[in-house]
T-cell receptor
Framework: GNSVTQMEGPVTLSEEAFLTINCTYTATGYPSLFWYVQYPGEGLQLLLKATKADDKGSNKGFEATYRKETTSFHLEKGSVQVSDSAVYFCALSDHANDYKLSFGAGTTVTVRA | EAQVTQNPRYLITVTGKKLTVTCSQNMNHEYMSWYRQDPGLGLRQIYYSMNVEVTDKGDVPEGYKVSRKEKRNFPLILESPSPNQTSLYFC?????????FGQGTRLTVV
Protein backbone atom coordinates (compact mmCIF):
# COMPACT_ATOMS: atom_id res chain seq x y z
CA GLY A 1 0.00 0.00 0.00
CA ASN A 2 0.89 3.65 -0.07
CA SER A 3 2.89 5.22 2.72
CA VAL A 4 4.60 8.50 3.49
CA THR A 5 7.52 8.94 5.85
CA GLN A 6 8.59 12.38 6.98
CA MET A 7 11.24 13.50 9.40
CA GLU A 8 10.23 13.60 13.00
CA GLY A 9 10.02 16.83 14.85
CA PRO A 10 9.73 18.99 16.58
CA VAL A 11 11.97 21.37 14.70
CA THR A 12 12.91 24.68 16.30
CA LEU A 13 14.59 27.39 14.27
CA SER A 14 15.51 31.04 14.52
CA GLU A 15 13.99 33.57 12.18
CA GLU A 16 15.72 33.75 8.77
CA ALA A 17 17.13 30.24 9.15
CA PHE A 18 16.91 27.64 6.38
CA LEU A 19 14.23 25.01 6.78
CA THR A 20 14.15 21.57 5.25
CA ILE A 21 11.70 18.79 6.07
CA ASN A 22 12.43 15.43 4.50
CA CYS A 23 9.66 13.35 2.98
CA THR A 24 9.91 10.00 1.22
CA TYR A 25 7.10 7.87 -0.09
CA THR A 26 6.14 4.39 -1.20
CA ALA A 27 3.47 4.06 -3.85
CA THR A 28 2.50 2.06 -6.89
CA GLY A 29 2.77 3.95 -10.13
CA TYR A 30 3.25 7.69 -10.15
CA PRO A 31 1.45 9.45 -7.35
CA SER A 32 0.71 13.13 -6.95
CA LEU A 33 2.55 14.67 -4.01
CA PHE A 34 1.45 17.39 -1.64
CA TRP A 35 2.54 19.45 1.32
CA TYR A 36 -0.20 20.62 3.65
CA VAL A 37 0.25 23.10 6.50
CA GLN A 38 -1.76 23.29 9.70
CA TYR A 39 -1.56 26.53 11.64
CA PRO A 40 -2.47 26.42 15.34
CA GLY A 41 -6.18 25.82 15.86
CA GLU A 42 -6.93 25.51 12.16
CA GLY A 43 -7.56 22.84 9.58
CA LEU A 44 -5.09 21.77 6.92
CA GLN A 45 -4.37 24.00 3.95
CA LEU A 46 -2.68 22.99 0.74
CA LEU A 47 0.77 24.56 0.64
CA LEU A 48 2.07 23.17 -2.64
CA LYS A 49 1.85 20.15 -4.88
CA ALA A 50 3.53 18.33 -7.76
CA THR A 51 1.85 15.87 -10.06
CA LYS A 52 4.73 14.33 -12.01
CA ALA A 53 8.42 13.59 -11.75
CA ASP A 54 10.77 16.60 -11.72
CA ASP A 55 7.88 19.01 -11.13
CA LYS A 56 8.63 21.69 -8.58
CA GLY A 57 5.83 22.99 -6.41
CA SER A 58 6.23 26.40 -4.80
CA ASN A 59 4.19 28.76 -2.65
CA LYS A 60 4.87 31.40 0.03
CA GLY A 61 8.64 30.92 -0.37
CA PHE A 62 8.41 27.15 0.13
CA GLU A 63 9.56 24.72 -2.55
CA ALA A 64 9.56 20.98 -3.07
CA THR A 65 10.70 18.93 -6.07
CA TYR A 66 9.19 15.57 -7.04
CA ARG A 67 12.15 13.18 -7.23
CA LYS A 68 11.12 9.86 -8.68
CA GLU A 69 14.59 8.31 -8.48
CA THR A 70 14.80 8.86 -4.73
CA THR A 71 11.00 8.74 -4.10
CA SER A 72 11.28 12.00 -2.23
CA PHE A 73 9.51 15.34 -1.95
CA HIS A 74 11.51 17.39 0.54
CA LEU A 75 10.13 20.76 1.64
CA GLU A 76 12.49 23.74 1.81
CA LYS A 77 12.36 27.41 2.64
CA GLY A 78 15.34 29.69 2.53
CA SER A 79 14.43 32.16 5.28
CA VAL A 80 11.69 31.28 7.74
CA GLN A 81 9.53 33.71 9.68
CA VAL A 82 7.74 33.38 12.99
CA SER A 83 4.49 33.11 11.02
CA ASP A 84 5.76 29.84 9.46
CA SER A 85 5.36 28.09 12.82
CA ALA A 86 2.94 25.26 12.08
CA VAL A 87 2.63 21.53 11.54
CA TYR A 88 3.62 20.39 8.05
CA PHE A 89 2.25 17.23 6.46
CA CYS A 90 3.56 15.45 3.41
CA ALA A 91 0.87 13.52 1.52
CA LEU A 92 0.26 11.59 -1.67
CA SER A 93 -2.61 10.41 -3.79
CA ASP A 94 -2.19 7.66 -6.34
CA HIS A 95 -3.95 7.35 -9.65
CA ALA A 96 -5.82 4.21 -8.64
CA ASN A 97 -7.73 6.30 -6.15
CA ASP A 98 -7.02 9.87 -7.09
CA TYR A 99 -9.10 11.30 -4.30
CA LYS A 100 -7.65 9.51 -1.30
CA LEU A 101 -4.79 11.21 0.48
CA SER A 102 -2.21 9.25 2.48
CA PHE A 103 -0.43 11.42 5.04
CA GLY A 104 2.86 11.38 6.85
CA ALA A 105 2.95 11.81 10.62
CA GLY A 106 3.48 15.56 10.46
CA THR A 107 6.40 17.74 11.51
CA THR A 108 5.94 20.52 14.03
CA VAL A 109 8.03 23.58 13.22
CA THR A 110 8.54 26.42 15.67
CA VAL A 111 10.31 29.59 14.55
CA ARG A 112 11.66 31.87 17.26
CA ALA A 113 12.18 35.60 16.81
CA GLU B 1 -15.68 31.60 -0.29
CA ALA B 2 -14.88 27.88 -0.44
CA GLN B 3 -15.64 26.38 2.93
CA VAL B 4 -15.91 23.16 4.84
CA THR B 5 -17.75 23.69 8.12
CA GLN B 6 -17.63 21.24 10.99
CA ASN B 7 -19.55 21.35 14.22
CA PRO B 8 -18.93 21.27 17.07
CA ARG B 9 -15.32 22.43 17.37
CA TYR B 10 -14.92 20.90 20.81
CA LEU B 11 -16.85 18.10 22.45
CA ILE B 12 -16.45 16.20 25.70
CA THR B 13 -18.71 13.21 26.11
CA VAL B 14 -19.04 10.03 28.14
CA THR B 15 -18.47 6.49 27.01
CA GLY B 16 -21.45 5.04 25.19
CA LYS B 17 -23.37 8.24 24.55
CA LYS B 18 -24.15 8.52 20.84
CA LEU B 19 -22.90 11.64 19.09
CA THR B 20 -22.82 13.17 15.63
CA VAL B 21 -20.28 15.55 14.18
CA THR B 22 -21.66 17.50 11.26
CA CYS B 23 -19.79 18.51 8.11
CA SER B 24 -21.00 20.72 5.31
CA GLN B 25 -19.29 22.01 2.14
CA ASN B 26 -20.34 24.74 -0.27
CA MET B 27 -18.28 23.73 -3.31
CA ASN B 28 -20.58 21.12 -4.82
CA HIS B 29 -17.84 18.50 -4.48
CA GLU B 30 -18.76 14.88 -4.95
CA TYR B 31 -15.93 13.45 -2.84
CA MET B 32 -15.90 13.94 0.91
CA SER B 33 -14.05 12.15 3.67
CA TRP B 34 -13.38 12.01 7.39
CA TYR B 35 -9.95 11.76 9.01
CA ARG B 36 -8.72 11.45 12.53
CA GLN B 37 -5.44 12.99 13.60
CA ASP B 38 -3.39 11.44 16.36
CA PRO B 39 0.12 12.36 17.53
CA GLY B 40 2.82 10.55 15.59
CA LEU B 41 0.29 8.98 13.21
CA GLY B 42 -0.67 11.88 10.98
CA LEU B 43 -4.15 11.82 9.49
CA ARG B 44 -5.87 8.52 8.88
CA GLN B 45 -8.97 8.17 6.77
CA ILE B 46 -12.06 6.87 8.54
CA TYR B 47 -14.72 6.88 5.80
CA TYR B 48 -15.18 8.48 2.44
CA SER B 49 -18.01 9.16 0.04
CA MET B 50 -17.79 9.39 -3.74
CA ASN B 51 -21.28 10.83 -4.10
CA VAL B 52 -24.77 10.90 -2.59
CA GLU B 53 -25.66 7.53 -1.07
CA VAL B 54 -22.19 6.16 -1.91
CA THR B 55 -19.93 5.64 1.11
CA ASP B 56 -17.05 3.31 1.86
CA LYS B 57 -14.61 2.44 4.61
CA GLY B 58 -11.26 4.09 4.89
CA ASP B 59 -8.31 2.80 6.87
CA VAL B 60 -9.77 3.04 10.41
CA PRO B 61 -13.58 2.68 10.17
CA GLU B 62 -14.28 0.63 13.31
CA GLY B 63 -16.66 2.36 15.69
CA TYR B 64 -17.83 4.96 13.18
CA LYS B 65 -20.71 5.42 10.77
CA VAL B 66 -21.42 8.00 8.10
CA SER B 67 -24.25 8.96 5.82
CA ARG B 68 -24.51 11.00 2.62
CA LYS B 69 -28.12 11.90 1.96
CA GLU B 70 -27.27 15.22 0.35
CA LYS B 71 -24.22 16.30 -1.59
CA ARG B 72 -23.23 19.07 0.78
CA ASN B 73 -23.47 17.17 4.08
CA PHE B 74 -21.43 14.25 5.40
CA PRO B 75 -22.00 13.65 9.12
CA LEU B 76 -19.82 11.36 11.22
CA ILE B 77 -21.67 9.25 13.76
CA LEU B 78 -20.26 7.53 16.82
CA GLU B 79 -22.97 5.16 18.04
CA SER B 80 -21.17 4.16 21.24
CA PRO B 81 -18.04 6.25 21.73
CA SER B 82 -15.10 4.82 23.62
CA PRO B 83 -12.02 6.53 25.09
CA ASN B 84 -9.82 5.31 22.21
CA GLN B 85 -11.87 7.53 19.92
CA THR B 86 -10.54 10.61 21.70
CA SER B 87 -8.90 12.44 18.84
CA LEU B 88 -8.95 15.44 16.52
CA TYR B 89 -11.30 14.88 13.60
CA PHE B 90 -11.26 16.57 10.21
CA CYS B 91 -13.77 16.55 7.43
CA UNK B 92 -12.44 17.13 3.92
CA UNK B 93 -14.01 17.86 0.57
CA UNK B 94 -12.00 17.18 -2.57
CA UNK B 95 -12.30 18.87 -5.91
CA UNK B 96 -10.35 18.33 -9.10
CA UNK B 97 -7.17 19.98 -7.89
CA UNK B 98 -7.10 20.04 -4.11
CA UNK B 99 -8.76 19.02 -0.88
CA UNK B 100 -10.33 21.51 1.52
CA PHE B 101 -10.42 20.76 5.21
CA GLY B 102 -12.69 21.84 8.01
CA GLN B 103 -11.26 23.43 11.15
CA GLY B 104 -11.44 20.23 13.11
CA THR B 105 -13.43 18.79 15.99
CA ARG B 106 -11.55 17.92 19.14
CA LEU B 107 -13.39 15.04 20.76
CA THR B 108 -12.71 13.75 24.25
CA VAL B 109 -14.45 10.59 25.44
CA VAL B 110 -14.24 10.00 29.19
Amino acid sequence: GNSVTQMEGPVTLSEEAFLTINCTYTATGYPSLFWYVQYPGEGLQLLLKATKADDKGSNKGFEATYRKETTSFHLEKGSVQVSDSAVYFCALSDHANDYKLSFGAGTTVTVRA
Amino acid sequence: EAQVTQNPRYLITVTGKKLTVTCSQNMNHEYMSWYRQDPGLGLRQIYYSMNVEVTDKGDVPEGYKVSRKEKRNFPLILESPSPNQTSLYFCASRGATEAFFGQGTRLTVV
